[in-house]
């Protein structure tokens, strides 16, 4: 060879080396496995690798089938029938890829291409740790974008990445109770005092894990979406829940974790070992550490509770605004009672064709108290300012439930509607800004926002309490949470007849101009919660995180050297591309 080609072709392979090192492999170039090696990894994992297709597919030509796309119709809102599926998400404006120009919607018509957009190319459904270890050794070995789908709830598109390999935890589904469980300690440690506990596999949902706690007088720390995994990016989020106001976050609850890493190893991350780990799977949020397989929660007795409903519904306008603003100015006076829970409004519900409504609905559960009259009598201030605002007598009602469990399996029951497409903005909302009496300016940001038929704005009342008094605790959580009143949420629908362009235009307004309003009542300085916020959060180390950032970066430096495990959002994606597939810089 002529040294002038050697040269040539020495810089070549330099090139070649470094785009391999900056970017993860794709498809089309030399080190995609082969057919032989994808078979390989399927007999490794025991015959659990699929190929995946997007959920619409059989409702669209050249793989239609009427068959298939009837089941598909009929459970395209079906949250748990989502959860299920390696090409579904809860939310499909994921499952699309803007850049790409890629989508495949079950409402457009059969005529339509449907392409693959964000949904991996393929899943490993696996049911046990080795399985996991195999993936993450395989996606290491051959540079392969890796992404982890508990149950696909997600609003910021971290259960999703275009050509990649997913890892479905779904069927990881065991549970056991200890009644002394001892976190696993180094043999030189004294294990500590034990404590009554769960454990649930990667796979596990709320609803099924309060079916298995209630029957035996049990609960935990959980949301209140019945098809959320506990142990994905729920509880590694942080985690708020009707319980947060006597024991914590859900993230506060954790004893330990056993978790796959980046180097295929199989650990335990408590408070004694690997507490690095501990401490960032506690609200460091889910995909950014490792695989979990299982976390153990402390429990407790399954309580009775209170459960009151408050709603109203009046034609739009001021007066809908103003019963808003009574109703705010009262929910801190419930919380310090231990109230917790949820309000939402829809200023612009559709009733029919030519008429439109505003509806409040509020419900919030009074844990392990019995007296209704109490209850009651707290309430009765808010009513009566409440009539005074809107003009007439709102509604409301309280059931007492025996237990947590028997209100959960009342109110999830059912399948949670998921299936459409949504993004978020979001804003921690705190006590000292509520004592101050502005829940009038609080309502007058929630008013000027514009809002199209069936977007809503809500405040989550899931904190005070123990989580205030939390604050030593030390994990990851952002510690704005210790200081929160009002979480507070409004949605923006991208529905399937918008085109990309506008959705990116809608999507941009949250960033730019709505989300900006609630920063601007505490002049930033709360943050917002990293599992219902803005996919596109301006700062977002600092808002999900607060000062832990700089610490959580170090951990995920130390644990996952070469980025394997990248998500939106997530500790260290500044250093990629929106879809994790190519390096932006070397820092």
Not at 268 to 291: M, T
Not at 326 to 348: E, T
Not at 362 to 381: G, I, W
Not at 423 to 444: E, I, P, Y
């Amino acid at each position: 060879m002529k040294p002038s080609l050697l040269c040539i072709g020495l810089f070549a392979a330099i090139g070649l080396a470094a785009n391999l090192g900056s970017c993860r492999c794709q498809p089309d170039q030399p080190c995609w496995p082969t057919e032989a090696q994808w078979a390989a990894l399927n007999n490794s994992i025991e015959g659990n690798l699929v190929t995946v297709r997007p959920l619409a597919s059989s409702c669209h030509d050249p793989d239609f089938s009427a068959s298939e796309c009837s089941v598909v119709q009929a459970n395209t809102n079906n949250s748990t029938y989502r959860s299920s599926q390696p090409g579904a998400l809860q939310w499909e404006n994921w499952e699309t890829w803007p850049a790409a120009d890629e989508k495949c919607y079950t409402e457009t018509p059969r005529s339509e291409p449907c392409e693959q957009g964000r949904l991996p190319l393929y899943s490993a459904e696996v049911r046990t740790a080795q399985h996991i270890q195999t993936v993450v050794n395989f996606v290491t070995r051959h540079n392969i974008k890796l992404v982890i789908k508990n149950t696909g709830h997600d609003f910021l598109g971290r259960s999703s990445a275009p050509k990649s390999l997913q890892i479905l935890t779904h069927m990881m589904k065991n549970m056991s109770i200890s009644n002394e469980f001892i976190p696993t300690v180094p043999p030189m440690l004294n294990p500590p005092d034990s404590a009554k506990a769960v454990t649930v596999g990667a796979g596990v949902q709320l609803g099924e894990m309060y079916a298995f706690l209630g029957s035996k007088g049990l609960m935990a720390v959980g949301g209140t979406f019945s098809t959320v995994g506990i142990a994905g990016g729920y509880i590694q989020g942080g985690g708020h829940s009707f319980l947060g106001w006597l024991h914590g976050m859900a993230s506060d609850n954790v004893l330990e974790f056993e978790i796959v890493l980046a180097d295929g190893s199989l650990v335990f991350a408590n408070a004694y070992q690997n507490s690095d780990l501990f401490f960032a799977l506690r609200g460091g949020g889910g995909g950014s550490f490792g695989v979990v397989v299982s976390a153990t929660l402390k429990v407790y007795p399954d309580y009775p509770l209170i459960y009151a409903t408050l709603n109203y519904t009046m034609d739009p306008g001021v007066a809908f605004w103003d019963g808003v603003g009574a109703f705010q100015k009262h929910i801190l006076r419930l919380n310090d009672q231990g109230g917790s829970g949820y309000y939402g409004m829809v200023p612009i519900y559709p009733v029919s064709s030519t008429q439109n409504v505003s509806v409040l609905l509020s419900s919030m559960a009074f844990v392990n108290q019995t007296n209704s009259t109490t209850v009651k009598e707290l309430f009765s201030p808010l009513l009566l300012d409440l009539k005074q605002a809107i003009g007439f007598e709102p509604f409301f009602d309280m059931v007492t439930y025996p237990s947590m469990s028997s209100m959960y399996s009342t109110i999830l029951a059912g399948s949670y509607a998921t299936g459409t497409g949504m993004r978020l903005g979001s804003q921690l909302v705190s006590r000292d800004f509520m004592k101050s009496d502005n829940s009038t300016r609080l309502t007058r940001a929630m008013s000027s926002l514009n809002f199209d038929p069936g977007e809503a704005v809500a405040g989550v009342i899931l904190t005070g309490g123990q989580v205030s008094k939390n604050r030593n605790i030390a994990s990851a959580l952002n510690p704005a949470w210790r200081d929160t009143m009002v979480h507070v949420i409004f949605t923006r629908l991208m529905s399937p007849d918008m085109t990309f362009e506008e959705q990116e235009t809608k999507a941009a307004n949250i960033t730019r101009h709505e989300v900006p309003i609630f920063k601007s009542l505490e002049h930033g300085k709360m943050g917002a919660y990293m599992n219902e916020a803005d996919a596109d959060e301006v700062g977002f180390q600092k808002s999900f995180w607060g000062e832990n950032y700089p610490r959580l970066r170090s951990i995920k430096a130390s644990r996952d050297p070469n980025d394997l495990f990248i998500v939106r959002k997530g500790v260290g994606s500044e250093n990629w591309d929106d879809d994790g597939l190519c390096r932006l810089n070397r820092t």
